[in-house]
């Protein structure tokens, strides 16, 4: 098999695809459903129900706070019993709703088409690029292979910007996830209309599907769905296994052999748009069958799990629950990611719960759990090597230690994109991620301070605004923006999961014969 890759950096982490073989089944419905309204890239979403409402499944509960934003809908028919504050998978308290389930929780809203008939393009010619558009953005689809950015947006590309194909992400080079690898092999017709669907809104006739090649069964079953239904112009590309090939940069290098510039250019600016692989599947439900996204794939796994899964989970799931599934936490020291061991973060309870961008929950055990001490920096330039995007990590490290912020935004911090390789090949064990995360939000917390528009009071209103370093330097009193707290790894995981719910059916059922108030045409 003829495979590619991206031409800069990169790593082989060992392989942990635990999952690989488990077929995906639907994990039992929450007793109650906590939904952070901060699931997506850009602003909240604002509740549009209150305590006592009665919801439905794809009942929206709340709608996009902007244009870069995502409406949200509820994932169990039930009661809101709060609009107010709840513990978001970050480990902060934000702005959300909780619905609590009433009986089985699973009556759907009538507008959402539950039958198998699987709905192709060609037989729906009302629908425009708009009309997609239109559908995806009101369905409150966001990329789902962890990014969150709303996709709508992502289809509308800006002035004087054209696409020329669309790319989607099969790649999944996380070591242990299996989300999207179940994906292709369980939906692959879903995921091809998912990306006919994307290359007509965006309006181009040439699509590509990369896949590695520690995949052959999904390349095998797309390229044969393709082949038997005569689809010439979408293509299986095979990349050879390397992370993180899985990047939207890294990806388009690969896939079209082109580059993206430096920020502030976008991948529209070689011409592609990339959607994930579990994005275009949600797509094709969204348009084709008026389902909202309340639900997606997710891995639960680890090492020593009794039983590593993967689950159909619906939003507002609780961790605790989920792998409780899997035989509960394994004796000893764990510690519990949201995503995979690249670029996972360690979540402060198991109360937290899956939103739109989960793919995976990671549980690391015993040694694996524990960091190793840091020694002083032995100056090998293994982290150099590594850098997909040609940056020096032990400069960017040591930048962000010291607060040259000044330093940091000339040597283009803002340009990692926290991928980890540099972490993982540091002989030093130096925290080479964690340090640059808090020195890239600082630098673009400077860079957005700068271009954001003076508040009325301020004196003079025209002054450009400064870095701290050039602030503290000039002697003013505060600087101007602050780093925001670094994310504190938790000590104490809270161990106790709720227990355990009926699993539903799998329920199919008629096509609705009205389409709902709210959804577009
Ligand atoms: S890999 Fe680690 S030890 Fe080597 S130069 Fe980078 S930070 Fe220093
Ligand atoms: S985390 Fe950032 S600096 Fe480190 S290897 Fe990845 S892109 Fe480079």
Not at 83 to 97: C, Q, R, T, W
Request: hydrophobic fraction near 35%; charged fraction near 25%; aromatic fraction near 4%.
């Amino acid at each position: 098999m003829k495979t590619k890759t991206f031409r800069i950096g990169g790593i082989h982490p060992d392989e942990n695809k635990l999952s690989n073989d488990a077929v995906t089944r639907p994990a039992p419905l929450p007793k109650q459903a906590v939904y952070s309204l901060s699931q997506h890239i850009g602003a909240p979403a604002k509740a549009i129900v209150k305590e006592g409402d009665k919801v439905k499944v794809g009942t929206m509960i709340a709608e996009a706070g902007g244009f870069v934003s995502a409406n949200i809908f509820s994932s169990i028919s039930g009661t809101v019993i709060k609009v107010g504050d709840v513990l978001d998978v970050s480990g902060a308290m934000k702005p959300g709703i909780i619905v609590q389930r009433e009986g089985e929780g699973n009556i759907w809203e009538e507008s959402i088409d539950r039958s198998e008939k699987l709905e192709r393009l060609e037989e729906h010619p009302e629908l425009s690029p708009e009309e997609i558009i239109n559908r995806i953005k009101y369905a409150g689809i966001v990329g789902m292979g962890g990014a969150c950015f709303p996709t709508h947006v992502k289809l509308m590309p800006p002035p004087g910007s054209k696409a020329e194909c669309v790319i989607i992400n099969g790649v999944e080079c996380e070591p242990y996830i299996t989300s999207d690898y179940r994906l292709m092999m369980e939906k692959p017709n879903e995921l091809i209309e998912g990306l006919k669907l994307v290359m007509a809104a965006v309006k181009v006739n040439k699509g590509y599907i990369g896949i590695e090649d520690n995949k052959p069964e999904a390349i095998k079953t797309i390229t044969e769905k393709l082949q038997r239904r005569g689809i010439t112009n979408i293509e299986v590309v095979p990349l050879q296994k390397k992370y993180p090939q899985g990047g939207e940069k890294q990806l388009i290098d690969a896939v079209i052999g082109r580059q993206v510039p430096a920020p502030p250019a976008l991948p529209i600016s070689v011409g592609a748009v990339v959607q994930n692989a579990g994005t275009a599947v949600a797509i094709y439900e969204a348009v084709m069958k008026r389902k909202p996204l309340f639900e997606r794939y997710t891995t639960v796994t680890g090492k020593k799990l009794t039983k590593p899964s993967n689950y159909l989970v619906r939003m507002g799931t609780s961790f605790g629950e989920l792998i409780n599934l899997c035989g509960g936490l394994p004796e000893g020291d764990n510690k519990v990611l949201a995503g995979g061991p690249m670029m996972g973060r360690a979540v402060p309870s198991l109360e937290v719960t899956v939103g739109k961008g989960q793919n995976s929950i990671t549980i690391l055990s015993g040694d694996d759990a524990k960091r190793k001490e840091p020694q002083p920096c032995i100056r090998c330039a293994k982290c150099v090597s590594v850098c997909p995007m040609g940056l020096e990590p032990f400069l960017l490290a040591k930048g962000t230690i010291m607060e040259k912020w000044d330093l940091m935004e000339k040597e283009d911090i803002t340009t990692c994109i926290e991928c980890g390789s540099c972490q993982f090949t540091c002989p030093a064990h130096r925290p080479l991620l964690d340090d640059i995360r808090k020195g890239k939000a600082t630098v673009m917390g400077i860079i957005r301070s700068r271009t954001a528009p003076a508040p009325a009071a301020a004196k003079p209103a025209a002054a450009p605004a400064k870095s701290n370093a050039s602030a503290e330097k000039s002697g003013d009193k505060k600087p101007m923006w602050t780093a925001p707290k670094p994310f504190i790894e938790p000590t104490d995981i809270d161990f106790s999961g709720p227990k355990q719910n009926p699993i539903p059916e799998i329920i199919t059922g008629p096509k609705p014969a009205v389409i709902p108030a709210g959804w577009p045409k």
